[in-house]
């Protein structure tokens, strides 16, 4: 199954799926040195970003969010891309500084359709992302 | 590449000019292709937030080093948040050795970009105040919406990096709030309760942005806006609702040309409304063992309203209050002997930090008082500290005596 995408961040990349149902501060939710989830409320608590495809609805919180987002990349425990409903400018900021393949505005709803365990191709140059194999 | 840029521009991006200002250049050019702006504009000056050690945390000094591989400076005027401790009396406020050298190699990388480390919320309070119709990249909240709705100049919330990806290359991109047409009212707001106080002026921000997140709004019937008035308004608009940009009818610059006909809903603001926010945060069972004032940064007539509220009483035993500014007004302070009158009756007045920013406050003490509705939505989140507002002369009256 394919679906439409818009490319923020460029890269083609395949992995296995790592969904939040809620928005996501990355300053506070997540710990940079580990990748680990680490707020307590959120249903995917303890869970590592570390080389998934991170699919969340959008970020939140402080702007410094950024800066975390990056630290994931320089202490090599970032996701292989994000997938968000909508991205904003903390995410955007974040995702160009790590280098981390970012797209948005799935033209279907991707919270009914994938979970996590998926195995996904993200393709910013066709503009596409395509579910390889579900998680049975 | 949906944005015109022109070749100096392109140049910029491609790494020609090196890393640091290729990456500044990307983002602000992928922010402005997902928001729709047609080209890059140049600002005037720039205020840059991720300054505390306690929200930026270890991941900055990495940022810090990609940042250094090209001796990069900014291009135009640009000012600092505040930091996570008074950099001179950080080991008063109980501030570990470890956390202070940290967050003096903070500062100090953005003073060798060349960033003026004024440490302060509040710019404006300093000399640093916008005109009408420049362009900034601003990314303090409560100073975004003051630079918009006070001064009518013209700046989205910028975050931490995009702020300082506009002081490295003196460029945002042309979308938001940059655009005539995104500052036109949404919402009318009709004032029909007394604004008697600072934190009244807090109450109101804080209760539109929790009903109206994002969306500007109009107030009339507001009979007075000082600047330290709408520094509490822009303040708690943006704390409880994201809120960027506001108009006062006849009291700010933009309000002369609004159109009322295209706003979409009509609103009172009544008593009871404003009682609603005093009762949300009014959390303290025990007696209170702070009181903090200064957010937004306290200015120079803040400071001599809270002497001449004082006058000869003294703080009560087992309350400590503590005054939040610049290093700047500090010394204004200090220079007409505000500063040892109000230390001789107890009171602290700490520069260059906050009880938003600073882990000295949540950590040392449970019950706060304070007049701001953004100090006191920051201070109840953590789990330990309960919080009271209450307008200053209550608060001078409880704990002095």
Known sequence: ?136 | MIMFLTKDQEEMLSGMKGEAIAKSMELIVKIGDVYNAKQLIPITNAQVAGVSYLTVGESIFSYFELLSKDAVKVKVPTWLNPAGMDMKKWKEMKISEDFAEKQLRIVNFYEGLGINPTLTCAPYLIGHTPSQGDHLAWSESSAVSIANSFYGARTNREGAPSSLASAITGLTANYGLHITENRNPRILVDVRTKLESFSDYSALGYWYGQKFHGSVPYFVNIQSLNINEAKMLAAALAASGSVALYHVKDLTPESKSIDTENVEEKIEFTESNKNEIYNHFNQINEGPDLVVIGCPHASHEDVKLISGILQSRQMKDGIEFWIFTSSKTKAAIDADSLLTNLESRGIKIYADTCMVVSPSVSENFQNIITNSTKAAHYLSKAKTTMVNLLPLDSIMKEVTE
């Open chain 1, 1 to 136: 199954m394919k679906i439409g995408i818009r490319p923020i961040v460029e890269g083609k990349v395949t992995g296995s799926v790592l969904l939040s149902p809620h928005p996501i501060s990355f300053l506070g939710d997540v710990d940079s040195e580990t990748g680990k989830i680490i707020d307590s409320e959120s249903s995917i608590y303890g869970k590592s970003l570390k080389n998934t495809i991170f699919v969340f609805p959008r970020g939140k919180g402080s702007t410094v969010g950024s800066y975390i987002i990056y630290g994931l990349r320089v202490n090599n425990v970032s996701p292989l891309a994000l997938v968000a409903e909508e991205a904003e400018t903390i995410v955007i900021a974040g995702a160009i500084l790590a280098g981390i393949p970012l797209v948005d505005l799935p033209d279907k709803d991707l919270f009914s359709i994938v979970k996590t365990g998926d195995i996904i191709t993200i393709d910013t140059s066709e503009k596409t992302l395509t579910i390889q194999k579900r998680e049975k």
